[in-house]
């Protein structure tokens, strides 16, 4: 289950990949915004991170107008390793290397054809692990650091 959300700068955005979601039968839970009304990304990555953390759903994927303020939202909260893309192989090497678990795309930065590339690679590449996960370990100690 994938935890869905934007602010007004992403709404269409996501729109267009709820299309491809809905096309390949990948369920997801859309947390808002539901219209293309300001709202502040801050509120949004909250809804959708949560239902990450918390076991709802496996990843995230965010939407803003750059994808940047709603991926430093994210990873202001716990657990929550999130990446702004907008090429393939960021996409593809944020899961294969940093085990991310949320992806955030710019609304006025890429179109929904690139946008439905990235969350496929996204979503089909495992994270490898070995000596990753030490360095993705040592990302989850920085939460305890000041
Ligand atoms: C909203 O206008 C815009 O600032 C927001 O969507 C995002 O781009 C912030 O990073």
Do not use: Q, W
């Given at each position: 289950?994938?935890?869905?959300?934007?602010?007004?700068?992403?709404?269409?955005?996501?729109q267009?990949?709820?299309?491809?979601?809905?096309?390949?039968?990948?369920p997801?839970t859309?947390?808002?915004?539901?219209?293309?009304?300001?709202?502040?990304?801050?509120?949004?990555?909250?809804?959708a991170?949560?239902?990450?953390?918390?076991g709802?759903?496996?990843?995230?994927l965010?939407?803003?107008?750059t994808?940047?303020?709603i991926?430093?939202?994210?990873?202001?909260?716990k657990?929550?390793?999130?990446?702004?893309?907008s090429?393939w192989?960021?996409?593809?090497?944020?899961?294969?290397?940093?085990d991310?678990?949320?992806?955030?795309?710019?609304?006025r930065?890429?179109?929904p054809?690139?946008?439905?590339?990235l969350?496929?690679?996204f979503?089909?590449?495992?994270?490898?692990g070995?000596r990753?996960?030490?360095?993705?370990?040592?990302?989850?100690?920085?939460?305890?650091q000041?």
């Open positions: 289950m994938l935890a869905l959300a934007s602010d007004h700068g992403g709404f269409e955005l996501k267009a990949v709820k299309d491809y979601l809905d096309e390949k039968h990948i997801y859309d947390f808002g915004c539901f219209t293309g009304e300001s709202c502040d990304y801050p509120d949004m990555a909250r809804l991170c949560d239902a990450v953390v918390d709802r759903c496996d990843k995230a965010l939407f803003c107008g994808g940047i303020g991926s430093m939202a994210a990873n202001k909260i657990g929550i390793r999130a990446a702004a893309c090429d192989f960021s996409a593809k090497y944020t899961r294969a290397h940093n991310a678990n949320a992806l955030c795309l710019g609304g930065v890429v179109g054809g690139l946008a439905i590339e969350v496929d690679v979503l089909n590449t495992p994270f490898e070995g990753h996960s030490r360095r993705v370990d040592k990302l989850t100690a920085l939460e305890e000041r």
